[in-house]
């Protein structure tokens, strides 16, 4: 496959008046369907389950005027990947960066997209995120620019996981005490789509799966991707899971990473990619395979010990015909479902191939992404640990178990609202003499709601360090994601992290620009970015239940500089009482 990325010949035409301002009216509700044939109760929006797909242009400003409909919680969505500069207050963080949404209310999200890419939206609110409350988000190249990828065609995925237990069960469980784990996934969805009872490959399956028997019209109906032959697509895909990480592959056509989390990557080729909760990648495949056929696109867990059968699509091609004894899927009525088994996953704990594949993401550095800053101002190491606090299983960054206030961050700092939160920062390094492949001698952490302040302008690196869980020879992989914020990748590691001998590894040439990145279990990763966006942004596990249990942390910078901030967003806490007794005006 002949793959053009080159951008220093790209054309760049633009018009002052070519962006635009997209407006949307969104009711978020609860409603009734069946997102892998199994009914249930999903949180919708417009009537829509994923959400709607927003599609802009990168300087386009983005308008959605959101309508609580849920009869007793309030609601957030944080659009994934989309820096909010100059409008922090839009990042859709409860507690963080507004008050939630109360029932029958609505907030107007007005923010700008800058930057072109793969992106998607979902709640931040309690575990909305678990509920289904998600959706993609595509930026295309702002009018009059040339896209620096070449293709004949693009489709979207959207991959999440499915519960039949209700999140708010989920929540109640990872509360208790003692905790009550929520378990793998029933499904992996694919654009909200899955089966649980029954298999569209039941017959290359050793067990005793169902094979399904479909009309076509149904919610949990397959995905199908129609191609011509000859031609390059571009496939667009995301993670919005709640838990699992995944490896998804193309039966008989290899794929071309070109884009990682809203930016370009150095290509290559890979057989299939494995997409971690918060990520999102582009890949070009071309339909160069044998057209009387149809092929599986198959998506399969990684990292956990799969409980969970893998999610099915299909790559169709058009001249395909049913024969008299082959399934026909109404929804395209001439496609047939594929003639050999779907692709075979990685053995779901083999990170060597994991780590390959993230050791191959190089940045494209040009324009659009420039090398790092080749010295930090300050380094913080986090250590990430499983406790207990009270007999409640936690989860703890420096032996701190992360608590959301009743005040958002962005009005209780700005207005100097000091008695919201915890005032004594938390700790920037970890006891080193900390072992961190076994469970600590003492497993006891604290509460707290203490906030990283960083000199606005300023590098910094972040040290995510893995440890031991609470179980002997247990640690977990964590993608972590950065609000307000790219960084650079700049390197993995085993074991502990050094760094008298670790720094002079890192690389800073060609790193990856990106806005979630994984740790694996017993090791490190290391991330640079400038303090260049002022607000107050989470940086957390993108794991929903380990957010819930405390798995992340808060960054402020600059918020001096934020400017007048919507009434609206701050109508809770303290800033609420504020502005009823003052009346003053963010």
């Known amino acids: 496959m002949a793959v053009v990325v080159n951008p220093w010949r790209m054309k760049v035409i633009k018009s002052a008046n070519s962006a ?66 100059g409008t922090p207050w839009a990042d859709g963080t409860a507690s963080i960066s507004q008050c939630a949404i109360n029932p029958g209310e609505t907030f107007v999200y007005n923010f700008k997209v800058d930057k072109a890419g793969t992106y998607f939206y979902h709640g931040h609110y309690g575990m909305q995120r678990s509920a289904g409350l998600y959706g993609s988000l595509i930026v295309d190249v702002a009018e009059g620019e040339k896209e620096i990828i070449h293709y004949d065609g693009a489709f979207n995925i959207l991959l999440t996981d499915w519960w039949h237990k209700a999140s708010h069960e989920q929540e109640v469980d990872l509360s208790s005490n003692p905790m009550r784990w929520i378990g793998e996934p029933q499904t992996l969805l694919i654009n909200g789509r899955g089966q649980f009872n029954c298999s569209l490959a039941a017959q290359y399956s050793n067990s005793t799966e169902n094979p399904c028997t479909l009309r076509g019209g149904e919610q949990y109906a397959p995905q199908i991707l129609h191609v011509l032959p000859n031609k390059t697509y571009r496939l667009r895909i995301a993670s919005s899971t709640a838990l699992a990480s995944l490896n998804l592959a193309i039966g008989n056509h290899k794929m071309v990473v070109v884009e990682a989390d809203g930016n370009y990557v150095q290509p290559f080729t890979v057989d299939n990619i494995d997409i971690y909760s918060g990520e999102s990648y582009s890949v070009l495949f071309t339909a160069n395979q044998d057209p009387s056929k149809n092929y599986w696109i198959s998506v399969n867990v990684r990292g956990r ?82 406790n207990f606090i009270d007999g409640y299983t936690r989860w703890s960054i420096n032996n701190v178990s992360l608590v959301l206030p009743s005040t958002p961050y962005l009005g209780a700092i700005k207005y100097g609202l000091n008695g919201s939160f915890d005032q004594t920062p938390p700790p920037d390094r970890y006891n080193y003499t900390y072992d961190v492949t076994a469970p600590a001698a003492n497993q006891n952490s604290a509460y707290g709601s203490g906030v990283y302040n960083l000199t606005f302008g300023t590098t910094v690196d972040v040290v995510l360090q893995n440890a031991n869980a609470i179980k002997a020879n247990v640690s977990e992989i964590h993608p972590w994601h950065l609000h307000g914020h790219d960084f650079w990748v700049l390197g993995y590691g085993e074991g502990k992290f050094d760094e008298s001998r670790d720094v002079a590894k890192f690389n800073l040439r060609d790193p990856p620009l990106k806005n979630t990145a994984v740790v694996y279990p017993f090791g490190w990763t290391a991330l640079r970015f400038v303090t260049d966006n002022p607000g107050v942004w989470a940086f957390h596990c993108h794991i929903e239940p380990h957010l819930h249990m405390g798995m992340g942390v808060i960054f402020a910078e600059g918020v001096d500089r934020v400017g007048k901030i919507p009434v609206e967003a701050m109508a809770c806490g303290l800033t609420g009482k504020m502005l009823m007794n003052s009346n003053v005006r963010p």
Request: aromatic share 6%; proline share 15%; hydrophobic share 30%.
């Open 305 to 386: 010990k799969p409980q969970t059968p893998p999610a099915l699509a299909l790559l169709h091609y058009p001249t395909t015909r049913a024969g008299p004894q082959e399934p026909a899927l109404p929804t395209t009525p001439i496609s047939t479902l594929p003639t050999s088994p779907p692709p075979v996953a990685p053995r779901w704990d083999d990170y060597d191939v994991s780590k390959s594949f993230t050791k191959k993401l190089l940045g494209l550095v040009g324009p659009t992404n420039p090398s790092p800053p080749p010295t930090s101002d300050r380094r913080i190491i986090l250590l990430n640990t499983q």
């Open 20 to 85: 635009k301002t997209r407006h949307l009216k969104w009711k978020v509700e609860y409603m009734h369907w069946s997102p892998d044939g199994v009914e249930s109760v999903v949180m919708g929006i417009n009537g829509q389950f994923p959400g709607p797909t927003i599609r802009a242009r990168a300087g386009d400003t983005i308008n959605i005027e959101l309508t609580n409909k849920l009869p007793t919680e309030g609601v957030v969505i944080h659009w994934h990947g989309i820096r909010q500069i």
